[in-house]
């Protein structure tokens, strides 16, 4: 298993637009958050082991900070030609399964993931009320095989800060996970090459 960190985003970056298909057949937009007190952007997938090992908490994670008011979207940019697991109608599958009460976006092309330097699944970008990026980085220290709790710790305290109106520390530690699975040939100028897993 290949293990692939974030590209890490510059903090202040402005949130990329984007207007994606969701499980229940409707687009779902940026514009739809500018209300909430802020809104995560979450680059997964339904096959990846990373994901797989955080799928229960995140669900609950998500349940928990939206009834906070924030808005919270995941968005599968993986090639389902290769990763056929990855296709929206197995998408449609893995949110009732894993109790995804968020919109799960299908990012068919995937200029989105390319316009966030998305690199991996999970890959966690939070936004304030003004979708600013204030934080990118892991869900928490976690992984498949290391035997640490799943506690959502970092990614907890990132938003509570948010919606406290508080600075998010810049000590942010990368998200790691399975490479996104780009289209043969049109792997963006950050993407290192690396196999697939």
């Known amino acids: 298993?290949?293990?692939?960190?974030?590209?890490?985003?510059?903090?202040?970056?402005?949130?990329?637009?984007?207007?994606?298909p969701n499980v229940d057949g409707k687009a779902v937009s940026l514009s739809d958050f500018q209300d909430s007190k802020g809104l995560l952007v979450i680059f997964m997938c339904n096959h990846c082991p990373f994901v797989i090992h955080l799928r229960e908490a995140l669900?609950?994670?998500?349940?928990?900070?939206?009834?906070?008011?924030?808005?919270?979207?995941?968005?599968?940019?993986?090639?389902?030609?290769?990763?056929?697991?990855?296709?929206?109608?197995?998408?449609?599958?893995?949110?009732?399964?894993?109790?995804?009460?968020?919109?799960?976006?299908y990012d068919g092309?995937?200029?989105?993931?390319?316009?966030?330097?998305?690199?991996?699944?999970?890959?966690?970008?939070?936004?304030?009320?003004?979708?600013?990026?204030?934080?990118r980085g892991?869900?928490?220290?976690?992984?498949?095989?290391?035997?640490?709790?799943?506690?959502?710790?970092?990614?907890?305290?990132?938003c509570d800060a948010v919606i406290a109106g508080a600075p998010v520390t810049e000590n942010q530690k990368p998200s790691i996970g399975c490479n996104i699975k780009w289209q043969e040939g049109k792997e963006p100028e950050y993407f290192t090459g690396q196999p697939a897993v």
């Open 59 to 105: 669900a609950a994670f998500a349940d928990e900070y939206m009834a906070k008011g924030m808005g919270v979207v995941g968005i599968s940019s993986n090639d389902v030609s290769s990763h056929p697991d990855d296709s929206p109608e197995k998408m449609i599958e893995e949110a009732k399964t894993a109790g995804y009460n968020f919109p799960y976006l």
């Open 1 to 20: 298993m290949v293990k692939t960190a974030s590209t890490m985003l510059p903090l202040g970056t402005q949130a990329p637009d984007f207007s994606l």
């Open 138 to 158: 892991q869900f928490d220290d976690s992984r498949p095989g290391n035997d640490k709790p799943v506690t959502g710790a970092d990614l907890k305290a990132a």
């Open 109 to 135: 092309t995937q200029e989105v993931a390319k316009a966030y330097k998305a690199a991996c699944t999970p890959d966690f970008f939070l936004f304030d009320q003004e979708q600013k990026l204030v934080y």
